[in-house]
């Protein structure tokens, strides 16, 4: 079972950014397609982003195209989400998964395991 430990996330003003990162415990994360989700108090998880394996295809939902952008290091077992121009909206708990299906998945239920969130915290 692959473990995954989300970091980066805090507290920032409306317009700054913050890279989160998603670091896994197994190397065969690298094989696996990967993803972004974030919920907000008293609202569903929602999808935000997600990579394939190779890095070279990315998915994002419409709400944050332009300003978040997913990246991963193989070598490193890591996925990132850089997240530029913040809004308050944006304040949830973000949570990475993986997901072994071998192409990008959009769905929570398509993912294999998921990491605990990293809270953040957009102030207006």
């Known amino acids: 079972q692959v473990h995954l430990v989300e970091s980066g996330g805090g507290l920032v003003q409306a317009g700054g950014s913050l890279r989160l990162s998603c670091a896994a415990s197994?190397?065969?994360?690298?094989?696996?397609?990967a993803g972004w989700f974030r919920q907000a108090p008293g609202k569903e998880r929602e999808f935000v982003a997600a990579?394939?394996?190779?890095?070279?295809?990315?998915e994002y939902a419409d709400s944050v195209k332009g300003r978040f952008t997913i990246s991963r290091d193989n070598a490193k077992n890591t996925v990132f989400l850089q997240m530029n121009s913040l809004k308050p909206e944006d304040t949830a708990v973000y949570y990475c998964?993986?997901?072994?299906?071998?192409?990008?998945?959009?769905?929570?239920?398509?993912?294999?395991?998921w990491g605990q969130g990293t809270q953040v915290t957009v102030s207006s």
């Open positions: 998964a993986g997901s072994g299906a071998g192409i990008l998945v959009v769905a929570a239920h398509g993912y294999d395991y």
């Open positions: 990579i394939n394996w190779s890095g070279y295809r990315t």
């Open positions: 197994e190397r065969t994360f690298g094989s696996d397609s």
